[in-house]
Structure formats: structure tokens, C-alpha cells
């Protein structure tokens, strides 16, 4: 019995010695170790194979899906009839040329057929079998030809020694597709002394590549694989095993040359082989995908769309990158040398000590540095550090990138994984009151893992799906509303002068001397809430506008934090406004309770007419200097309009419902100071009845409405009913209330900085596909690349927080100096680089 004991508690010391390493900040560590692993792996893997999207976009790939083709390390933008068209028109408008020719068999001249449909706005009829085709369209400056040319001979050798020859302006190509060796393979029947003459004479073509490569570039593609089961008897001979002798030829001559192999074709064409009708020549859906790799590498770096990314070069540095890079460099020198400088002062201290400090009660050690210096120093080092890593990330082409890919199964078995194990986490809180912190928390924490499982897959195409997605957002503003109203309400004290007043009591009184220090003491006072206000504002923006000068985006391209901040801003100046309402002055008196139902009225007024009126709404959030806040690069307000009107009530709600809240405590008519439910049996019933009906009913609606614009148009008034229905189920019951997901509240009080982060060290090229670090395994890359991604949000969460302290401090003269200090560096380089215009 006493060796079981003492097994046992063995047991339970070796677990709790693993288990007190197995937290965030090791966790860091770990995703620091992995990061640079990857970028080590990388940085190989360019040294040998060379970074060149184009080849990865020819030369391998992958089905994610039916009909869904995914290059190797690179994003694909699937081209319409007007992007093909629009990319041409633009590359003659810069005086560059469209002439495109496909030299070879009829699998070349199937390929011809398919692209010109895509570029033609009428169907090409189709030409006599084996002879040359000619496409032009002067609108558009295009000029596709087909050239006929089965074998590799002197005929085709011929046609390449005419370009070169020529020297009429235009005559030569900008791009050559080419490849045969069907027609050797059954004109001779598959003999050895076909494939022979095969490898001798595109020895003989191959220097013409070269000297034609200034002017020209060619690819040469590769043979797709038969169905030899479906092939006529004629074709018996073009078996899969002459194919690979006749591709492994024109690798083995072609690999080094200024001739470009397209090997994916291939793999397309070998996923796809089954739809073939007559087993030779490939189907339509392995055309298409065909025609849209060849648009992707002859327009992307042209046409800079954000989806395609494959020969796509990135988008250079500006002065203001490096201007911030520069400064952050200097950070990170300077925490490096403040670290080292330090341990060394401890080690003569230590040495100090024993060497004098026992003997005659001396202190020899050095003046140790300032701890508030070395926090802000190294605080701004690490955030110079993950800096770097979102610059990599997402403005070079040194880690890869893959399209989204959308289906059922991708979206909600990560849905469904991530509820269960937030239920797994489930435990009891102390707090009894409706809509305590840590059932706010865990609302804000799966509801972001949602919204990060939705944009990871590219749901936004799935409507129903969208829509609830959108519900979500305008929880979070609700409960932006709900909780600042609820702050505002309790603390009052809206302004640093307004308490200066109170306290000196006469304006006629007021000294320097006198005011400054009551103005100080209530600045210290954390209930001041315009310090908060500071404070809230500066870690909602602090990251984001760090963002804007590292990766060139403007500030309303993360939309969803100036939406909260605007949002916060307003629900401040309602709060602040006379006549200020608070809950003490409503105990005092209950008159407040109606100005304040007036106050809401005047709001509402407001928003509606901010709304109804385009024109006025231009006019307000265009005004300079303050323009650069609300327009998109392309200087353009739609989309914070369109994100303004979709949750222009939502913040309303959430402060209605704290309200509402607010006089029901006060009254007594609510009383949440207790575990059980908040009425009696058969009320709660009804409440949670009324729950489920309410969210099934927009569930229903999201199935019914048929477009994004009706369904858009109705949310706003619709969406109070969902979060009610939420509030009521979650906390009418009391051990619902009393009971919350501690993962969840977890991800919750990281959720701003997961919101923000995921743009560009998550999702790849601003949101529009997915950060390839483990190319090939996209399952385990996803964990990988989620680890990391969760790790360096928290750690930015930590940054932030120790940053807002410097920049907001105790001191409002500090402040002051501050804002002084920032807006002397910032606006001049935010002017000169057109970021802000007066």
C-alpha cells in the first residue's frame, strides 16, 4: 500500500512539473523557434530552387476540391471575360503588346480554341483542321495566332528562325505556347527512332529560344497522359509510356534553357483524365483550368489583383516603410544594447558586493538604468520584431500563399471542433450579475474563432452563412455599446476641466497653482473617464496604425477598429454631454432616467439623418484633415459607408439594453445578486421560449432572403432581435449565467488584436488567401501557422498594454508632451507621404 502511495505521488509530481511549463509565454518561445525553423526551411528552399512564382504557378499544384486547381505556393485569380479583356486593353495602353501565338498539335490548337473564347466577346468558329488560325480584336490590341506545326522539325525550326529574323516592329511574339509528340508517336508508331530524331531536332531549335528570349518568352508544354482504353485504334500507339519518353526528352534538353517547362498542365490533365471524350485530347474543365494558369502568368503583374499573386511581383517599399523600419531597427539595437548593459551592471553589483558590501557597509555598484526606460525600449523592440514577420509575411514572396478554398465540410467541421473543446473548458464564475465580464469575454471569444474559421475558408459566398457572420459583428458593436455605457454610467466624471470646476467651485477662484493640483489628483483617479477614454482609444488604434506605416495600407483598411472606435467616441460624447447622466445623479434624481431616453431620441435622429442624406454624410467624414481616416486607397468612402449603415444602430441597441438594465436593478424589477434565475419557473420558460423562437427566426430569414443587398438592407433593423434572444437564453437561467467557457473568455480578451492580425500573419495577401508556411500539407500547415498566429496576437495584446501606459501615464502634463512629441514626428511624415492632406 505504501509503494502505491508513494508511486502515486510520484505520478502527481511528474505531472505537475510538466504541466507548470505548459503555458502562453513558453508557448511563445516554442513559436519563435518555429518561426525561425521556417524561416530557415525557406530560405533554402529559394537559394536552390529560386523564388520565381511563375515557375511555381507551371509546375506543380494540387485539387483541393472538384475542378478547383491550386499552384504550388502561389495564388491564382480566376480571370472573367472582362478581367481577360481589361488586362490586354491596360498592357497596350502602356504601350506594350498582345501577341500571343500557340505553336503545335490539335491539343495546342484546343488550348487556342479555349482562350479565345475566353478573350473574344464572340465564339471563334472553328478553321479548317491542320492549318494556321488568326485572331485579332483592335479594341483590346490583341493578336492570337495558331500555327499548325505537329512535329518538332524543320518546319518548326523554321517558323522560330523567321522571328528571329524579321525585322518588322511587332512581328515577333510576346508569348509562345508550344509542345508535340503526339503525332511522332503514332505517324511512327511509337519507334525508338521517332523519339531520336525528336530529341535531335529541338536540340537544334533550343538555341533559338534563347536569342529570341529578350523579345519572346516561351513555354513549353509538357504531354498530357491518355486514356488509352478510350483511344481509336489509329492512336493505339500513343501510349502513357511514350508520353513520359517524350516529356523526360524535352526536360532533359529544355531544363537549362530560356524555355520555360509547364509541367502542371500535366498534372491537371492527369487529375482530369476521366472527363476525356476520345482519351487523346483533354476535356473542357482541364482546358479552362489551363487557359486561367496562362492568364494568370501573362496578367497578374500587370493587372496587381489581390487574389493572384502568382507572377505577381510584390509591391516595393515606400519611404515611410523604411523610415519605420529604420526606427524600429534603432529600437531593437538599442534594447539589445540596454539588456546586455544591464546584466552587466547586475554582475557588477553582485561583484561589488562581495568584494566590499559585507566589509565597510559600501555599495560600489553602478547606478542601475531606469526599469520604465528598459520596458518602453524593449517593449518596442519586440513589436519592431513581430513587425518584421507580418512584413515577410505579407508584403514579400518569401513564405507562399494559397487561394481559399470554400466547401460544407471545411466550414463547420472546424466550427464544430472548436465548440466542443469551448465546452470542454466550462466552469463556474462568482459573478451572478447579467452580462458579467467573463460571459462577455467568452461571447467575444467564439464569436471571433468564428469569424476566423469563416474567413479562412472563404464562407462569404455562402449567404446564410455571411449573414449570421455579420450578426456576429454587430454583437461585438453591441456589446461595445452595452459595456462603455455601462462604464460611463457607474463612474461618470467625463472631463479632466469639468472636475477642476467642481472641485474649485468658482471660475473666479481658479489659480494655476490651485487648479493644476486638483487637476492632477483627479487624473490619477482611475475612474477619470477621459483618461479612459485615452487610454481605450490608443489600444484600440495603437497596433492598427502601426500596421498602416509598416505595410502601406490605409487606416480604413482594417475597418472594424475605426468602426469601434468611432462607435466608442460617440457613445462617450453622449455620455459626456449636458446634461451628464450618471447613476448617482439618477438616484438623486429620476428625472435623469428621461433625459437620458432623450438623449437616445437625439441620437437616433441623428444617425438616421447621417443615413438618409449621402450628401451630408460625404461632407462630414471627407472634411480635412480627417478624410485620410474614412477613404480606401483609392480615396474612395464606400466602404466605410457600407459598414457604417450596415451596424449604424447596433451600438444604439447594446447602450439601450444597458440602460434598460440599469432602471430594471434600480427599480427592483431585476435582481441578478443571487445564482438562480432571474424569474420565477414558469416566466423563465417563457423568456427562453421566446429565446429560441427569436434566433431561429433569423436563421429562417438569412435561408429566405435571396441577395446580399436585401438581406444587407434589412439587418439593421432586424439584428436587436438574435442578440436578445442570446442575452435572454444565456442568462434568464441561472446556471447558464453563473457557468462560462474559460477558453472562450480566454480568446475573447485577445479578440481585437486576433481581428487584426489574422490580415496579413494568418490569411495571406490582405485577406484574400491563406499564409503557406508547410507547402503540401495544408492541414497541418493551418496548425501550424494558427499556433503562431494565436501566440504573437497575445503578445501584441501584452505590448499594447504596457505601451498604452507610456503614452497615456499618470501625469496629464506627461500626456500633453506626448501628444506634442507625436504629432512633431508623425504629421510631417504622414503629410509628405500623402497620408493626411489639408
Known sequence: MEDNDAATASSSNSSSEITQYINIENAKLVALVIVLGFVGYHGVLHLKYGNDSCRWLLSDGRFPGYNTWQPYGCMMHKYTRSDARMCMHYISYWGGRNHITFVGDSRIRNLYYEFINLISLSELEEAKAQSDIHFSDEKINARVDFLWQPYVNAHMYDVYDKWLKSEQPGSRPNLVITGSASWSIKTFNGSTQALENFKANLSMIRPLFQKLKPSTNIIWMLQDPVVEAKLSIERAAITNLQIDDYNKAAIELLEN????????????????????????????STL?????????????NDMNHHD??????????????????????VCMASAVGLVAYRRRLRRIAVKARAENGQRNGGNGAPKALSETAVSLVTSVAKLGLIMSYFYLCDRTNFFMKENKYYTHVNFFLPFAYVMILGFFFTENT???????????????????????IYHLTGASKVLPIYMHIRLLVSSYLFLTGFGHFTYFWQHGNFGLIRHCMVNIGILKTFTKNHGCRHCQIFWHARKNSLRRALEVLVRLNLLVVVL????????QFYYFVPLVSFWYLVVYIVMAVWPHITHDSSEANSLHYLYMVIKFVILIVLISLFYLSEVFFEKVFLARPFKALFVTSDDSIHEWRFRWELDRYSVVYGMLVGFGYQVLVHYKILQDNHNQSLFGHPFSWIFCLLGL?????????????????????VHPYLVFIPIISYILLRNVPGWLRTRYSSLFAWFGKISLELFICQYHIWLAADTHGVLVLLPSYPVLNVVITSFIFICIAHEISVITGILARYIVPDDWKAVLRNFIVFAAVLLPLCITNGVLVF
Open 257 to 284: 534553357s530560356e524555355a520555360t517547362i509547364w509541367s502542371s498542365s500535366r498534372l491537371i490533365a492527369q487529375g482530369l483524365k476521366k472527363e476525356s471524350v476520345d482519351g487523346l485530347h483533354p476535356s473542357h
Open 693 to 713: 423562437v427569436g434566433i431561429a427566426s433569423y436563421m429562417v430569414f438569412s435561408l429566405l432572403c435571396s441577395s446580399k443587398q436585401q438581406c444587407n438592407y
Open 548 to 555: 498602416c506605416f509598416v505595410m502601406n495600407r490605409p487606416y
Open 430 to 452: 462568482e459573478k451572478t450579475n447579467v452580462m458579467h465580464r467573463d460571459q462577455t469575454d467568452e461571447w467575444k471569444g467564439w464569436m471571433q474563432l468564428v469569424i476566423l
Open 308 to 329: 493572384g499573386t502568382c507572377c505577381n511581383t510584390p509591391e516595393p517599399a515606400t519611404t515611410l516603410q523604411i523610415i519605420t523600419a529604420a526606427a524600429f531597427l
Open 288 to 300: 479552362s483550368l489551363d487557359v486561367q494558369i496562362l492568364l494568370n502568368l501573362y496578367c497578374n
